[in-house]
């Protein structure tokens, strides 16, 4: 069908419905649904990545924000390295359905020191946070992890189907600020 066919058809429903608004409400619907549809994404995505941001072990220490819009992640803020820098474009790059990142991150090595001032967070924050990370990564059962955190030490139990995924947790825990020790007695099931 040409151009010229469709906005014939489209007249002629105009003059079948009787109400060019009705026909407009009708033919907008879903676009204004999808695009409510794409704010929900972007901000879900941001708040993820958010998150893993400011409960990173290595990032936590720096006020980085990120915006997202049409599901590609612009980062913000400064770190005291370019390593930091990367880390923080990685993780956005790793947070599932994000398609492209921007690193406007700004590297300032005078944030050295802010690193020593931070205060680890209490164990049932910890403890919120570990839980919230694992159930967040479709590589790993969370429902098969015990999770018990004291004083920022950490011990992973329970038995997994799949080899690795003791590991993949264990990985998950280490790189969460506050964590002080990690002891994985996650098992295999035979």
Known sequence: MTWLNTITSITRALGRLGNPLL???LMMGPVVTSVAAD?????LLQADIQRQLDWNAELAPYDLMVDVVDAVATL??????????????????????VVGVVNA???????????EGLS???????????AQSLERDPRVLKDRIKIDVTDGHVQLTGVVPVPG??????????????????????????
């Open 23 to 25: 026909f407009l409400a």
């Open 39 to 43: 704010n929900r994404a972007d901000g």
């Open 76 to 97: 913000h803020g400064s770190v005291s390295n370019s390593v930091e820098s990367r880390r923080a474009r990685r993780i956005a790059e790793d947070t599932a359905g």
């Open 105 to 115: 991150v700004h590297v300032n090595t005078a944030l050295v020191q802010v690193r």
């Open 120 to 130: 680890r967070p209490d164990d049932e924050t910890l403890h919120r946070r570990i």
């Open 165 to 190: 995924q003791g590991v993949w947790a264990e990985q998950i825990v280490r790189s969460l600020y506050g964590v002080e020790s990690v002891r994985n007695a996650i098992e295999l099931i035979d």
